[in-house]
């Protein structure tokens, strides 16, 4: 995969680093959108309208102004338009700068937060920072649609192939849902392992689930970063299987305190309501 204006050398991601706890504005990294974008053919005009890439952050402490340590979790919504993906090491880093800084609001550290990742991302982003009593009672939900894993099929190869998709329809025009919870890729700049369970609402040509599965599967050894496997989902069944409609939403497990669940839609508006699945 190569990148032509900025190269992911150029930034400075995967080195050693101290966490500091004193409030660092300057830790948060943002990563071109058009870097991915631009192997995908899409960087001027995407195939997907609707979206955001929705974070759970479950690890942000700072100090109120009499010393006395606070804690929240924060709901974070990117757009999908924004110049720039947040890279998650920095915004880990980012977020424990605060754990030995005094604030003299929770409102404060909501806004604060949110003015620093809009101008790392150069794009609208809304933060929503809860109490831990918001989440007493909150339920792990499963995702609507027919789970496609138990399939009694051989995989002996774990390379990404998007041609796995070739003649992936059948004639028979559909709305459904489809699920799997075996999508897991490595880190474009680590190589850790990122699992997720994807969801596909369709409208079209009806996609072989077979065919589907082992396409699904071919990104377990794949070095990409979650906002950009879900882009590369959404244009790879445009191209194979040209739905009239299409939403591909995945939730990751948490890394760091943070999970990652990027949402793109031809026609679907992005979630307003952050659930959790089983992993997470």
Not at 20 to 38: E, F, H, W
Not at 64 to 74: D, E, K
Not at 247 to 267: C, E, H, K, M, Q
């Amino acid at each position: 995969m190569k990148y032509e204006d900025q190269s992911l050398q150029a930034l400075k991601l995967g080195q050693q680093t101290n966490y500091l706890s004193q409030y660092d504005a300057t830790l948060l990294q943002g990563v071109p959108r058009k870097l991915n974008r631009q192997d995908l053919g899409i960087i001027e005009h995407q195939p997907f309208s609707i979206g955001c890439d929705l974070w759970t952050a479950y690890e942000i402490s700072w100090l109120n102004m009499n010393g006395v340590p606070q804690v929240a979790i924060a709901d974070i919504f990117v757009d999908f338009r924004s110049e720039n993906l947040i890279e998650s090491k920095s915004f880990k880093l980012y977020l424990n700068s605060f754990n030995q800084t005094k604030f003299s609001s929770f409102r404060e550290v909501e806004r604060v937060i949110q003015q620093d990742l809009q101008h790392c991302a150069n794009g609208n982003v809304v933060v929503k920072l809860h109490p831990l009593s918001n989440y007493t009672s909150q339920p792990i939900v499963a995702f609507s649609g027919d789970c496609i894993d138990d399939q009694e099929i051989i995989i002996d190869d774990y390379n990404f192939d998007a041609n796995l998709l070739i003649d992936c329809t059948e004639n028979i025009w559909v709305e459904e849902t489809l699920t799997s919870h075996l999508l897991k890729s490595n880190c474009l700049i680590t190589q850790q392992p990122d699992w997720g369970s994807v969801q596909i609402h369709y409208v079209g040509q009806k996609i072989n689930r077979e065919k589907l599965l082992r396409y699904i599967v071919s990104f377990r050894q794949h070095n990409e970063f979650h906002e950009q496997c879900v882009e590369r989902i959404f244009c790879d069944l445009m191209r194979f299987a040209s739905p009239e409609k299409l939403t591909v939403y995945a939730r990751y497990t948490r890394r760091g305190g943070l999970d990652i669940n990027p949402y793109r839609s031809n026609f679907e508006l992005s979630p307003t309501e952050n659930t959790r699945l089983a992993r997470q």
